[in-house]
């Protein structure tokens, strides 16, 4: 069993900042990319940013220039930064994980999500 578990939502005002995080625990050997990602109410689950073992980032053009991705890889854990927030912002957030468990599967994970709102 593995488990990610985000945190870090909530509401703020445009141009205000959240960092949200996320931690993986359970059957892990390795913890291989992972990602943040964004649904927003009537939309499709879209890909925020992504982060490869090694460190290796990618971004959504909407998160370019105010997002910062980062993990630290001995603690499980996967951050995302976010800078100068915006109303289109708003969504629950998802972190991803592509996980190497002990008994040499490789799965694919998600957390529950974690709201982000902000307001104008």
């Known amino acids: 069993q593995v488990h990610l578990v985000e945190s870090g939502g909530g509401l703020v005002q445009a141009g205000e900042s959240l960092r949200l995080s996320c931690a993986a625990s359970g059957n892990i050997f390795k913890i291989n990319d992972m990602g943040w990602y964004r649904q927003a109410p009537g939309k499709q689950r879209e890909l925020v940013a992504g982060i490869t073992r090694y460190g290796g980032t990618n971004y959504a053009d909407s998160a370019k220039g105010r997002f910062t991705i980062s993990r630290d890889n001995a603690k499980n854990l996967v951050y995302l930064q976010m800078k100068s927030l915006k109303p289109e912002d708003t969504a629950v957030y998802y972190c991803?994980?592509?996980?190497?468990?002990?008994?040499?599967?490789?799965?694919?994970?998600w957390g529950q999500g974690t709201q982000v709102t902000v307001s104008s």
């Open positions: 991803n994980a592509d996980i190497s468990s002990w008994n040499g599967y490789e799965n694919d994970y």
